[in-house]
């Protein structure tokens, strides 16, 4: 793969977490809000300034590579994390960890793409950079996977999702 090309990827998937992260953050925003002071509302809290930090991080390296990000995308995942922040005042307390655990599964692994096609570029700080965002949404899913263990709809969502 040449240059350009590893360049265009790494925009694309930095254009996508930044979007992303903007739908992750309004979503823990209702999910903790949905919570009241139940124990883990402070962790959720927690895991929405990292996201919000994420989308601050991979916003400046796209305007340092001389992108920006995608409108429709940018409308697309508002609508989304505000839907879904909603939605978990409605459906309760287990489907809004399931999910969100599964999710940072999958944005761990973008973030560890994004890195390679950085190392790439010879872009080394951003790979640095976008490993640790990786290491953090590690730790999000670890999260989420130790406050589900043991609930009794976990092993019908293994079975039907793949995860947990």
């Known amino acids: 793969m040449d240059a ?10 930095l254009q996508n977490a ?17 919570l009241g002071k139940h124990p883990e509302f402070r962790e ?3 895991i929405e ?3 919000w930090y994420h989308r601050e991080e991979v916003g400046r390296m796209l305007t340092e590579m ?25 459906i309760g307390w287990f489907l809004p960890m399931y999910f969100a655990g599964r999710l940072e599964r999958g944005n761990a692994a973008e973030y560890d793409y994004a890195a390679s096609h ?7 700080d951003y790979a640095r950079e976008l ?27 293994k079975k039907l999702f793949g995860w947990g």
């Not at 979007?19 to 949905?34: D, I, P, T, V």
């Not at 429709?72 to 839907?83: A, D, H, K, L, Q």
């Not at 950085?118 to 080394?124: E, K, Q, V």
């Open 44 to 46: 959720i809290q927690r």
């Open 118 to 124: 950085a190392l790439a570029l010879n872009l080394p």
């Open 66 to 90: 001389g992108a920006r990000p995608v409108r429709w995308s940018e409308i697309r995942t508002w609508v989304i994390g505000r839907t879904l922040g909603v939605a978990c005042h409605l």
């Open 4 to 13: 350009s090309e590893h360049r265009r990827r790494l925009i694309r998937i």
């Open 18 to 34: 930044y979007s992303g992260e903007q739908a992750a953050a309004y979503a823990y925003r209702g999910h903790w809000k949905s």
């Open 131 to 157: 490993t640790v965002m990786a290491d953090v949404e590690r730790e999000h899913e670890i999260y989420f996977r130790s406050v589900i263990v043991g609930h009794p709809m976990l092993p019908r969502m």
């Open 49 to 51: 300034a990292e996201e």
